[in-house]
Nanobody, 123 residues
């Protein structure tokens, strides 16, 4: 069992940056792939990025490629999403998710979810 808690969301102007964190409980975090998923008002959940347990093998949605960077620190059992060059279309609740297998760019295949953190980008 893995529990996930996101933090780092907030209000930022277009062009700005934010760094989201996903703190986890459990000593087996290093064996789980991790992903970030977002949901904007009135829209379905959207895959953002994923990373394998080793830190290698990353995936990004086309909408964030080149602007967002996913990473993890297994010693700290924490994952991160560095978001740069933010624009209003990035406004959403961002969720951290995990699965005990390889990273995949498919939100339905993740078993554990955090409560989410709000990111709002003003124009």
């Amino acid at each position: 069992q893995v529990q996930l808690v996101e933090s780092g969301g907030g209000l930022v102007q277009a062009g700005g940056s934010l760094r989201l964190s996903c703190a986890t409980s459990g000593r087996t975090f290093s064996t789980y792939a991790m992903a970030w998923v977002r949901q904007a008002p009135g829209k379905k959940r959207e895959f953002v990025a994923a990373i394998n347990w080793s830190g290698g093998g990353t995936y990004y949605a086309d909408a964030v490629k080149g602007r967002f960077t996913i990473s993890r620190d297994n010693a700290k059992t924490t994952g991160y999403l560095q978001m740069d060059s933010l624009n209003p279309e990035d406004t959403a609740v961002y969720y951290c998710a995990a699965r005990r297998s390889t990273a995949v760019p498919n939100t339905v295949l993740y078993d554990y979810w955090g409560q989410g953190t709000q990111v709002t980008v003003s124009s």
